[in-house]
C-alpha cells in the first residue's frame, strides 16, 4: 500500500484529505505543522507528501529544503489557499513535484497523486539500472599471478577473513578489495573507502569512528564516521602503512571487539563491518621502524594479496590496452579504434612504473591523437619512453 504524508495545520483538510486517499487505498500519515511533518519524514521512506504552504514552525518551502536535503527523490506535492498561488509556483521551481489549490479537487487530486508516484518509480529504477551499468570493472589479465589473485578471491570473498592487499601505486589493489566486497555476502551492504593517506592526522580518527558535536572546535555537527556508515558491509582502508600509531591502537580495538566509541562520546556503538585492507608499503619494515603495529599488522593480514607490477606481467598488457581502447571509444562516441602489432609490441617494451594507471592514460591519449589504427610510430611520437 503506498503510504502517504499530509502535513497542513488545517484538521478539517487533513480529515478530508485522509478521508478521500484511504478510500483510494493509500495508506495515510498525519502532521499538523512541517517540524512535525519532518520528524515523521525522517522516520520513514514515504511515497508522496502532500504539503500546505502556510504553516506555523516551519512552513511549506522550508520543509521543501530540509526534505530534499534528507532525500531528494519522494515527490512533494504543495497545498495552496487561495493568497499563495505564487509561492506554489516557487515550490515547483525548487523542486516541488507540482502543487493543489484548495479546496482540492478531487480528481485532480488524485491524477497528481498517481504521476508523482509514477515519476518516483521511474527515478527509483533509472537508479537501480544506472548501477547495475556502472558494475564493477572486470579484472583484465591472463598471466598467471592474475589468475592466482581472481581465484584467492572466489575462495576468501564468501569467508568474513580480512585482507590485506599490497602491491605498488596503480596496479589494481583497490579493485581487488571491490571484487572481494562483490562477490562476498555483504554485497547487498555498502562498500566504503578510506584513503588513510589523504586525510589528515588530527582528523583520521573522527573520520573513522565519527565524532560528536563539540567534541573539537570544528566539529560543528554530530558525524557519523566510515566504520558505521560500513555497517552491515565492508570498509576498505586504503594506504593503511600511512595511519597514525593512535589511530591504529583505535582500529585494533574495533576489529578486536567489533565496537567503536565517537570522538568526544561516552557510549560505545557496535558495528559489523569486514576490513579490507591496502598498502603500498612493507608493512613489515615499517612494524620494525616502529611505525606500524605488529598486533594491527596481525589482525588485518589474515589473507594477503600481493597485486604485481605491470612490469612483471607485461604480457597482460594486450588484453589490456584492448579493453581500454573499446572503453574510452565508447566514452567518447567514436567507433572503436584498432592497434597495429608493432605498436603493441612497443608499448609492452615500455617501464610502467606508474601501472595500469598509466597505461590507462596513455590509451586515451592515443585514441584522442591517432587516427582509426594505432601505429608504432603513433606510440613513438605520442608516448615518450623513459
Ligand atoms: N586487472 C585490471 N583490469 C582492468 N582494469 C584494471 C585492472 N587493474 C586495475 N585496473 C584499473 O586501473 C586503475 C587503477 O587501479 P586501482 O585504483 O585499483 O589501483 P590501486 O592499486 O588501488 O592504486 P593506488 O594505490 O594508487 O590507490 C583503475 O581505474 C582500475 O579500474
Known amino acids: 500500500m503506498p503510504d502517504i504524508l499530509i502535513i497542513d495545520d488545517e484538521k478539517a483538510i487533513r480529515k478530508t484529505l485522509s478521508e478521500i486517499l484511504s478510500y483510494e487505498g493509500y495508506s495515510l500519515t498525519e502532521a499538523a505543522d512541517g517540524e512535525e511533518g519532518l520528524t515523521q519524514f525522517k522516520a520513514k521512506k514515504f511515497d508522496v507528501v502532500l504539503c500546505d504552504i502556510k504553516m506555523p514552525k516551519l512552513d511549506g518551502i522550508e520543509f521543501l529544503q530540509k526534505a530534499g536535503e534528507i532525500n531528494p527523490d519522494v515527490p512533494i506535492i504543495m497545498i495552496s489557499g487561495h493568497g499563495n498561488i505564487e509561492t506554489a509556483v516557487e515550490a515547483v521551481k525548487k523542486g516541488a513535484y507540482d502543487y493543489i489549490s484548495k479546496p482540492p479537487d478531487l480528481n485532480r487530486l488524485l491524477i497528481t497523486i498517481r504521476n508523482a508516484m509514477d515519476k518516483s518509480n521511474l527515478v527509483t529504477e533509472t537508479k537501480v539500472l544506472k548501477r547495475k551499468v556502472s558494475r564493477v570493472q572486470e579484472m583484465i589479465g591472463d598471466s598467471e599471478p592474475i589468475q592466482k589473485i581472481k581465484e584467492t578471491i572466489e575462495k576468501v570473498a564468501p569467508t568474513e577473513a580480512r585482507i590485506l592487499v599490497t602491491g605498488e601505486n596503480g596496479v589494481g589493489?583497490?579493485?581487488?578489495?571491490?571484487?572481494?566486497?562483490?562477490?562476498?555476502?555483504?554485497?547487498?551492504g555498502p562498500l566504503v573507502e578510506v584513503n588513510c593517506a589523504a586525510i589528515p592526522t588530527e582528523l583520521i580518527e573522527s573520520e573513522l569512528f565519527g565524532h560528536e558535536k563539540g567534541?573539537?572546535?570544528?566539529?560543528?555537527?554530530?558525524?557519523?564516521?566510515?566504520?558505521?556508515?560500513?555497517?552491515?558491509?565492508?570498509?576498505?582502508?586504503?594506504?593503511?602503512?600511512?595511519?597514525?600509531?593512535?589511530?591504529?591502537?583505535?582500529?585494533?580495538?574495533?576489529?578486536?571487539?567489533?565496537?567503536?566509541?565517537?570522538?568526544?562520546?561516552?557510549?560505545?556503538?557496535?558495528v559489523d563491518v569486514r576490513v579490507i585492507a591496502a598498502t603500498n608499503k612493507d608493512l613489515l619494515k615499517e612494524v620494525e621502524d616502529k611505525n606500524f603495529r605488529l598486533d594491527l599488522y596481525h589482525r588485518l593480514g589474515v589473507i594477503l594479496i600481493h597485486v604485481p607490477s605491470l612490469n612483471n606481467r607485461k604480457q597482460d598488457i594486450p588484453l589490456l590496452v584492448a579493453q581500454f581502447l573499446g572503453d574510452i571509444c565508447a566514452d567518447y562516441g567514436v567507433a572503436k579504434k584498432g592497434i597495429d602489432e608493432?605498436?603493441?609490441?612497443?608499448?609492452?617494451?615500455?617501464?610502467?612504473?606508474?601501472?595500469?594507471?598509466?597505461?590507462?592514460?596513455?590509451?586515451?591519449?592515443?585514441v584522442i591523437l591517432s587516427g582509426k589504427t594505432i601505429s608504432a610510430d603513433d606510440v613513438r611520437n605520442y608516448v615518450m619512453p623513459k
Open 215 to 270: 567534541s573539537f572546535t570544528s566539529a560543528i555537527k554530530q558525524r557519523i564516521g566510515k566504520f558505521e556508515q560500513a555497517n552491515g558491509g565492508t570498509l576498505f582502508l586504503d594506504e593503511i602503512g600511512d595511519m597514525s600509531l593512535s589511530a591504529q591502537a583505535k582500529v585494533l580495538r574495533a576489529l578486536q571487539e567489533g565496537k567503536i566509541t565517537r570522538v568526544g562520546a561516552d557510549k560505545d556503538i557496535s
Open 173 to 188: 589493489k583497490e579493485l581487488v578489495a571491490r571484487w572481494v566486497h562483490e562477490k562476498s555476502n555483504r554485497s547487498n
Open 342 to 366: 608493432d605498436a603493441l609490441k612497443l608499448l609492452q617494451e615500455y617501464d610502467w612504473t606508474g601501472n595500469i594507471r598509466e597505461l590507462r592514460n596513455v590509451v586515451e591519449r592515443l
